[in-house]
């Protein structure tokens, strides 16, 4: 066996599902979101219920969703025949996932649900199916076939409904409005949470720490004032304390090799204009994707007059675990 060539077959047959999923969507998809965003706006929460692979797939999307600020809750259906129907309130959206439409535990508990005052949203493989029809919304997350080469292990069925959640806590994030500030609320903890509750000037080199020379100054000097303040970067300004530019090892290292002489040169000949920057009072995880993106080790901070302030290394964010 090919082992290589096997997986790659797993993987290409659950993307043709997904794709052909997304082809699907339909206004359902829409009314689904707007129930939910009904129902977080007048203080209700999100209902998950699943049986066995669905189960394990609903608690991930009840994960996801109260990681977005969405509050949902799993209501196990073995327990909810026994007392845990008391998670449930008038206002309440459940989330009802089962890949038959047919299965016999989420059967025997719609009624007791339906009851209460909720919407029911359905995603199953079958559109047709009890589970369907007893639904006020169905997302349809069919597959042509199961990736498992006996067709029975869900794996391209489970992968679908896993995404069909996704799909759903992600655009109910963006109707709602949700940003970064409020996401950092549910994250507090690890380099995640640091790097979007910290702002650039809790983390920026200022001050005796932050490197700086006029731009008549010489490469010299710079590689002087790099060396005290023990950074990578020295940021050029000019008489009236704007920013010229930025010059770091790199530049010196490009620079040396084409000129061993260089030391006595005027560093804004060897300097990058137009340095790429990020305001003082930005989240430092904006700082963290303008370094990925741009591909660089040193970010210059502005304040809001846009004068030079700061500066972040990319040493610093492993330091301070921002990363």
Request: charged share 20%.
């Amino acid at each position: 066996m090919d082992h290589l060539a096997r997986a790659r077959t797993v993987i290409e047959m659950e993307t043709e599902g997904l794709r052909r999923m997304a082809e699907r969507l339909d206004e359902g998809f829409v009314e689904a979101v707007r129930i939910l965003h009904r129902t977080l706006d007048q203080r209700g929460k999100i209902i998950v219920v699943g049986i066995g692979k669905s189960g394990n797939i609903g608690h991930k999307i009840a994960a996801t969703l109260n990681s977005t600020g969405a509050t949902a809750v799993v209501l196990n259906s073995q327990d909810a025949l026994h007392g845990d129907l008391g998670l449930l309130s008038d206002g309440d959206a459940v989330l009802a996932m089962s890949y038959s439409g047919e299965t016999r535990e989420m059967l025997d508990l719609l009624p007791f649900i339906k009851r209460f005052e909720v919407s029911v949203i359905a995603l199953t493989g079958q559109p047709d199916s009890t589970l369907a029809r007893l639904s006020q919304v169905t997302l349809d997350t069919s597959v042509a076939r199961e990736a498992c080469p006996l067709n029975l292990a869900p794996t391209s069925s489970s992968t679908a409904m896993l995404v069909m959640g996704d799909a759903l806590a992600m655009v109910l994030l963006e109707a709602r409005g949700f940003t970064e500030e409020d996401f950092a609320r549910y994250h507090p903890g690890g380099s995640l949470g640091r790097a979007l509750l910290t702002r650039v000037s809790d983390i920026m080199r200022a001050d005796a720490a932050l490197p700086t020379v006029l731009e008549d100054a010489t490469v010299m000097a710079a590689l002087r004032a790099m060396t005290r303040a023990r950074a990578g970067a020295c940021l050029v300004l000019t008489a009236s304390g704007e920013l010229a530019g930025i010059f770091t090892h790199g530049d010196f290292a490009r620079s040396f090799q084409q000129d061993p002489l260089l030391g006595d040169q005027p560093v804004a000949t060897r300097m990058t204009r137009n340095p790429i920057t990020v305001q003082a009072e930005a989240l430092a995880v904006e700082a963290i994707k303008s370094i990925g993106m741009n591909r660089i080790d040193d970010i210059i901070v502005l304040n809001a007059e846009g004068l030079p302030v700061g500066l972040i290394d990319t040493q610093d964010l492993a330091r301070l675990k921002i990363v």
